[in-house]
């Protein structure tokens, strides 16, 4: 994808200083590519410091390929940099057990983490690979909060959790698809058996 | 020079050998140097190319087996994880080194891969886990929109109140195994102070064992009686019961649900009674984070008492204070009140000591309140925050 026509996460135009920022760009695993501030990296520790390495000037930026996010798609990453650039410049909390931890949720970020499960539980993924400590401690908060007085039975159904049969039987599907012989050998295994044969072989 | 050296004893006879051996080498290595450069002088112009051309030919051949060389290590699996571990003893952080790893490959694309982050995470747990066989295959989980796959499952759980996660055993064998190794559930902790020996009954939240200790002071120190064995102790009988209780709550995140401080009617000295105290306090303090306990009852004691055992509590998590001081006439709950870092998160205090001009506002985010106060409110006052007046002198409030 061209950079002029990459989808750039909304800045506050008002919030940008008059001198000249730096914006990387960065690629999803779907090759949506991104452009963000020096400032809003700052919140992810592992962009940060992998900038800092990278060594680059306004020219490279432009010039050089976008930085590879192999494993993040760009819905997930696209909800990132938002978060990113909204906290940009805010201080980092520090996961030590020195300070107490109070995990409040913001209305940003529960307006932003309003979405289906599956792309909660990608937006925790990828703010954990990413180092993004006060991402990942709203967006943990908001999982164990939908936990909140629910029965096992509705807990299941709130976090997509399959019951340990449907989970027997997934696995068995998928044992079978990689080897059709499993199951014959199973079966022949479970008929000898039945015929009183001490020994497989 | 060497000639006029003597070795008396072994050692120095080696160290002689040694230093002849290199004086040969030195004077060998000159003398090679000598021809070669007179062989060169002696060769003619055609024989020189020849020599160059066979140089250059040898030059290509190691080119090509170090090419070869590298192309092997590459396939090998064992070059990205060799790496890794050479920045894992290095000191470098995972970050650092992730950075550090793909910087190689801006350098060199065609000779050092991309790494991914999973590489260098998980090269590093295994590295953490004293795993070092540099041959193993890193595995990835396929899908993660699924909670069971995400890897910081325990910062999910870490902000689950006790009883949820009671029912989220329930779930799945996944979780009822992930809970259950974790170990950090503790339905209670029940630590009372007589006048001659400690109590401390642990109940633990996962398989409901209790586990009943008796620290009893004796001469020598003191007789821990558990399961009715009886061992001794050089330590304190207070000392000896607060290295367990400290122990039941060292282990980050572990959940208490109820946290219970007894003063026996025993009546114990006040000496053994301040030591008590201190000691919890300091035994809270050292603890790597903060208590989580859900409950809190104290029973015969003092505010003072009360404020030492909340310091040690973790913010935020504790929902209920029951205390029954030891005499109401002279306890002030005043400076608890709405003024500890844990009253904004109460939902349920009930104290047994007289509170004087107490503001409805401050009690207003509370479910249930028992309290006695001295303060007078209008019936509008007590209607719009919801209060039903049980008795003249006490304030029950309750939703």
């Given at each position: 994808m061209s950079v002029e026509n990459a989808p750039v996460v909304d800045v506050d135009e008002a919030a940008i200083p008059v001198e000249k920022k730096m914006y990387y760009r960065f690629e999803s695993n779907d090759k949506k590519e991104f452009r963000v501030s020096e400032l809003a990296i700052q919140q992810s520790e592992t962009l940060n410091r992998l900038?800092?390495?990278?060594?680059?000037?306004?020219?490279?930026?432009?010039?050089?390929?976008?930085?590879?996010?192999?494993?993040?798609?760009?819905?997930?990453?696209?909800?990132?940099?938002?978060?990113?650039?909204?906290?940009?410049?805010?201080?980092?909390?520090?996961?030590?057990?020195?300070?107490?931890?109070?995990?409040?949720?913001?209305?940003?970020?529960?307006?932003?983490?309003?979405?289906?499960?599956?792309?909660?539980?990608?937006?925790?993924?990828?703010?954990?690979?990413?180092?993004?400590?006060?991402?990942?401690?709203?967006?943990?908060?908001?999982?164990?909060?939908?936990?909140?007085?629910?029965?096992?039975a509705q807990l299941r159904r709130v976090y997509l959790l399959p019951s340990d049969e449907e989970d027997e039987a997934a696995k068995r599907a998928a044992q079978e698809a990689q080897d059709p012989r499993a199951r014959e050998v199973e079966e022949e295994f479970e008929e000898r058996k039945r015929q009183g044969g001490n020994s497989f072989f | 020079m060497v000639e006029n050296r003597t070795f008396q004893n072994p050692r120095n006879q080696a160290r002689a050998r040694r230093y002849s051996f290199l004086e040969k080498m030195r004077i060998a290595r000159s003398k090679r140097t000598r021809r070669s450069c007179s062989y060169s002088s002696r060769l003619s112009e055609t024989e020189a190319s020849q020599v160059d051309a066979w140089f250059q030919s040898f030059l290509t051949v190691c080119t090509e087996i170090v090419n070869l060389y590298m192309s092997w290590l590459l396939g090998s699996g064992i070059f990205i994880p060799s790496a890794i571990y050479t920045l894992y003893t290095g000191g470098h952080s995972?970050?650092?080194?992730?950075?550090?790893?793909?910087?190689?490959?801006?350098?060199?694309?065609?000779?050092?891969?991309?790494?991914?982050?999973?590489?260098?995470?998980?090269?590093?747990?295994?590295?953490?886990?004293?795993?070092?066989?540099?041959?193993?295959?890193?595995?990835?989980?396929?899908?993660?929109?699924?909670?069971?796959?995400?890897p910081v499952l325990d910062k999910v759980l870490s902000n689950v109140g006790s009883e949820d996660q009671q029912k989220l055993r329930l779930v799945c064998h996944k979780f009822k195994h992930f809970i259950d190794s974790e170990r950090k559930l503790i339905k209670t902790i029940r630590i009372q102070l007589n006048s001659d020996s400690v109590n401390l009954l642990i109940e633990c939240g996962i398989t409901q064992d209790i586990i009943c200790t008796a620290y009893k002071r004796s001469e020598a120190g003191c007789e821990i009686i558990r399961d009715g064995e009886t061992v001794t102790s050089k330590n304190n009988f207070i000392d000896a019961a607060m290295e367990d209780f400290k122990s039941a709550n060292q282990r980050t995140d572990t959940k208490i649900t109820s946290l219970l401080i007894i003063s026996s009617k025993g009546d114990p000295?006040?000496?053994?009674?301040?030591?008590?105290?201190?000691?919890?306090?300091?035994?809270?303090?050292?603890?790597?984070?903060?208590?989580?306990?859900?409950?809190?009852?104290?029973?015969?004691?003092?505010?003072?008492?009360?404020?030492?055992?909340l310091t040690g509590i973790k913010p935020g998590r504790l929902s209920a204070v029951f205390m029954q001081t030891r005499s109401t006439d002279e306890t002030d709950l005043t400076r608890i009140v709405d003024k500890n870092q844990h009253w904004q998160y109460l939902k349920q205090f009930h104290a047994s000591s007289q509170i004087d001009d107490l503001k409805l506002d401050t009690i207003a985010h509370m479910d249930t309140v028992r309290i006695s106060t001295t303060s007078e409110y209008s019936a509008q006052e007590l209607l719009d925050y919801k209060i039903v007046n049980m008795n003249p002198s006490e304030l029950f409030k309750q939703f």
């Open positions: 900038v800092e390495a990278m060594g680059y000037t306004s020219e490279d930026v432009e010039n050089k390929p976008a930085i590879a996010i192999e494993n993040i798609d760009g819905k997930t990453l696209k909800l990132v940099f938002q978060w990113c650039e909204h906290h940009k410049g805010e201080a980092i909390p520090v996961d030590d057990g020195s300070v107490p931890k109070i995990v409040e949720i913001p209305e940003f970020d529960a307006k932003l983490m309003d979405i289906d499960n599956g792309l909660l539980f990608k937006l925790i993924w990828a703010a954990d690979y990413l180092n993004i400590v006060q991402l990942l401690n709203v967006s943990c908060k908001k999982v164990a909060n939908m936990a909140q007085g629910k029965t096992p | 995972r970050d650092d080194a992730v950075a550090h790893l793909l910087r190689s490959h801006e350098f060199a694309p065609e000779h050092f891969p991309r790494v991914d982050y999973r590489d260098v995470d998980f090269w590093y747990n295994s590295f953490r886990n004293k795993n070092f066989d540099l041959e193993q295959k890193p595995e990835y989980p396929n899908d993660l929109t699924r909670l069971e796959n995400l000295n006040d000496e053994d009674r301040t030591m008590f105290f201190s000691k919890i306090g300091q035994t809270l303090s050292e603890v790597k984070e903060k208590v989580y306990v859900e409950s809190l009852l104290m029973k015969d004691e003092n505010v003072d008492e009360l404020e030492i055992i």
